[in-house]
């Protein structure tokens, strides 16, 4: 891949797990699988292309409300590649910070997320996000209360020091997969000049060459901020 503007911060939104698998005549939970092990891929590309910061959506706020087999399934795979395979998040070598509202899940898949966090703690060329349970609007509403309960008036800095991704760069790159084009209550305070991208692509399938692709198309937007013109 040519040397192209990178952007500092990509997030995933990775829609299309358990379509892809129903479409192949599997069982959900096989698709849900095939795409934490397409999440290693993506994501170490991404750093190995030079990207610092990757945000996943692993699982929203309003997917705990789900059956509870498949979220059973879901946390069995928490428990996987949080704890018994944790040396493919490792490789990965970036530092791990879960975001979101864990209290729905399995203590014990809390308590091996807050465990790689302090593993992972010490690392600074990289950083990836894990949104779990996360909901932007929820993010956005807790922000507010903290502002309340600290009885001050907030500015766009002060504010960001109080939603969940406080300390972290707003994402430059969004990418939704599984050919719907919405957020989904993903970042959207955030998001707010972000660029996006949606892809046909069900998740599982997401190549690392869908990334290249989808980099070029960011590096070849101008991105404005709100100014009449030029590049960042």
């Not at 209290?103 to 465990?115: G, I, K, W």
Request: net charge positive.
């Amino acid at each position: 891949m040519k040397t192209i503007r990178l952007p500092v911060h990509v997030a995933f939104i990775m829609d299309g797990n358990g379509r892809w698998a129903t479409r192949r005549l599997r069982p959900r939970a096989y698709g849900h699988k095939m795409g934490v092990q397409n999440m290693f891929r993506i994501c170490g590309h991404a750093f190995h292309l030079g990207v610092r910061i990757v945000t996943v959506f692993a699982l929203s706020a309003e997917n705990l409300s789900r059956p509870q087999a498949e979220l059973d399934e879901l946390y069995e795979l928490f428990r996987t590649f949080f704890d018994k395979k944790k040396e493919k998040l490792l490789e990965l070598n970036a530092k791990i910070h879960v975001i979101g509202d864990l209290a729905a899940l399995p203590e014990d898949v809390q308590a091996s997320m807050h465990a790689l966090e302090a593993e992972t703690a010490g690392i600074t060329s990289a950083l990836l996000n894990i949104c779990v349970g996360y909901g932007a609007r929820q993010d956005v509403l807790q922000a507010v209360n903290k502002a309340v309960a600290l009885g001050r008036f907030v500015d766009d800095a002060s504010f960001h020091a109080l939603l969940l991704t406080a300390g972290v760069p707003d994402p430059d790159f969004i990418i939704r997969t599984g050919n719907e084009r919405r957020l989904s209550n993903f970042l959207l305070y955030q998001a707010a000049y972000a660029e996006l991208y949606f892809s046909s692509k069900m998740w599982p399938e997401f190549s690392r060459r869908d990334l290249e692709k989808a980099l070029v198309d960011y590096a070849a937007r101008s991105r404005r901020f709100g100014n009449v013109g030029g590049k960042e």
